[in-house]
């Protein structure tokens, strides 16, 4: 069965260094697609960055970069040059297959909170 | 463009009453998806809808959930007879569709429900 383990319940970083959130997963699809999200303190779920599991590329967003490690099935979130902001709960997520097998479900880790020192 | 919008954004009711939460997904999205956050189980897939169909509600918990989407740009989520353990945050999100392939899901602000 799908599964998405985040290890890291809480983390803190100096404002401006970068940091690292750890996500790996477990799948038996060839075709899966990996995401994070951002969860402030407001409630909301906040879309930062995606990769596809054929993208040979790491994805970029602005200062969020995803580490994907295929083999390892890892895919950090790296958030560079930290903002005071950036404190916030963090979600990765998988979904189940792609193309004709997507079944559109989102599976989730626990989260990380992340807290950024000023 | 409005994002996910939902109503109400906090309820408060008695246990034994009946509860509806509203969403209206991005103008033009394919699928909806109703999820709950709790702190035991964190963020969990309750159904979700494909062109107004449901497609998959294996994650509704028991008969006293229902959900229904009668128009592409609305979708409800009763709750009837309500129980404290539904208390949790009940959050609406859409996605297109491009070419068969599901597109990123965007949440919209929750439902904060406390069943007393």
């Known amino acids: 069965a799908q599964k998405i383990t985040q290890t890291q319940p809480g983390m803190f970083v100096q404002e401006k260094e970068a940091v690292t959130l750890d996500c790996t997963y477990d799948?038996?699809?060839?075709?899966?697609?990996l995401f994070w999200y951002k969860q402030p303190s407001s409630g909301e779920m906040i879309f930062l960055i995606y990769?596809?599991?054929?993208?040979?590329q790491n994805a970029t967003e602005g200062r969020y970069s995803l580490n994907f490690q295929k083999a390892r099935k890892s895919a950090n979130l790296v958030i560079s040059a930290s903002q005071l902001g950036d404190s916030a709960m963090y979600f990765c997520?998988?979904?189940?297959?792609?193309?004709?097998?997507?079944?559109?479900?989102?599976?989730f880790g626990q989260g990380t909170t992340l807290q950024v020192k000023p | 463009d409005a994002g996910v919008i939902q109503s109400p954004r906090h309820e408060v009711t008695e246990m034994g009453q009946e509860v509806t939460l509203r969403c209206k997904p991005i103008?033009?999205?394919?699928?909806l998806f109703w999820y709950r956050q709790t702190m035991m189980r964190g963020l969990e897939l309750l159904i979700y809808?494909?062109?107004?169909?449901?497609?998959?509600d294996s994650g509704m918990p028991e008969d006293r959930f229902s959900a229904k989407m009668p128009n592409a740009s609305f979708s409800t989520l009763k709750i009837q007879p309500s129980e404290p353990r539904d208390s949790a945050v009940y959050f609406c999100?859409?996605?297109?569709?491009?070419?068969?392939?599901?597109?990123?899901?965007?949440f919209g602000p929750g439902t904060r429900l406390l069943v007393l």
């Open positions: 103008s033009g999205h394919d699928y």
């Open positions: 997520a998988m979904r189940e297959g792609l193309g004709s097998s997507n079944t559109g479900k989102l599976i």
């Open positions: 809808f494909n062109n107004n169909v449901p497609i998959d």
């Open positions: 990769q596809g599991s054929y993208d040979e």
């Open positions: 799948t038996s699809d060839q075709s899966y697609g």
């Open positions: 999100a859409s996605s297109y569709e491009t070419s068969g392939l599901q597109e990123t899901q965007y």
